[in-house]
């Protein structure tokens, strides 16, 4: 099994929801980042989260850290196709390697 | 534009070939990550460099040979490939403070090579 899961797989939304997409770790946490990317294309880094109750936001976009440093969650507020792709964690498990998820697509219907 | 290129971005080779692919981050970063990602599998970290040191080699086969002549160019040498190979190649630059913790990574936009 992988170190981190995430979920769901993929999702469809219709433009204008929110939606949240999971990451779960199998071990603490010090470092977490979420990042995006288009299909075939490289990642754009979005944000990291390194304490345990962390919130942070970028324009529609915030993830959280559980206290744990276990699970992180990002939402979407008010869905736009420009948020389609594939979004995928990565984490620091003070190692000096980042390890990532599988990745969540999410497909935004106009 | 992440502040890290890469070229080709595409490339089609056969199993007998030598090829490269080249990566530079204009950045000012210190360590610098090749990562192959397959289709439906996760991101694999293959080799990272540190101040032009390589620090991790993933058990990458032989056929990948990596070279970093300095902090801003990385070059993944191929030769011999498999078409199990075929994958999107990425590069990453970061930032590696003391004692080794790294930052976040930037990526360039990757190669996507095939192998026939």
């Known amino acids: 099994s992988q170190e981190l899961e995430q979920s769901p797989q993929s999702l469809i939304v219709q433009e204008g929801k929110n939606l949240t997409i999971n990451c779960t770790s199998s071990?603490?946490?010090?470092?977490l980042y979420w990042y995006k990317q288009k299909y075939g294309e490289g990642l754009i880094f979005l944000m990291m989260?390194?304490?345990?109750?962390e919130e942070k936001s970028h324009e529609k976009i915030t993830a959280k850290l559980d206290e744990k440093k276990q699970q992180s969650s990002l939402h979407i507020t008010a869905s736009q196709p420009s948020h389609a792709g594939i979004y995928l964690c990565?984490?620091?498990?003070?190692?000096?390697?980042?390890?990532f998820g599988a990745g969540t697509r999410l497909t935004v219907k106009p | 534009e992440t502040g890290v290129t890469q070229t080709p971005r595409h490339l089609v080779m056969g199993m007998t070939n030598k090829k490269s692919l080249k990566c530079e981050q204009h950045?000012?970063?210190?360590?610098m990550y090749w990562y192959k990602q397959s289709a439906k599998k996760p991101l694999e970290l293959m080799f990272v460099?540190?101040?032009?040191?390589?620090?991790e080699n993933n058990s990458v086969p032989s056929r990948f040979s990596p070279e970093c002549p300095n902090s801003s160019h990385l070059f993944l040498h191929l030769h011999t490939l498999q078409p199990e190979d075929s994958a999107l190649y990425l590069c990453?630059?970061?930032?590696?403070?003391?004692?080794?913790?790294?930052?976040?990574?930037?990526f360039g936009p990757g190669t996507r090579l095939t192998v026939t």
């Open positions: 990453a630059s970061s930032q590696r403070h003391g004692g080794g913790r790294m930052r976040e990574q930037y």
């Open positions: 071990k603490t946490l010090y470092g």
């Open positions: 989260l390194q304490k345990g109750g």
């Open positions: 990565g984490a620091d498990y003070n190692n000096n390697d980042m390890r």
């Open positions: 950045l000012g970063h210190n360590a």
């Open positions: 460099y540190s101040l032009e040191e390589r620090v």
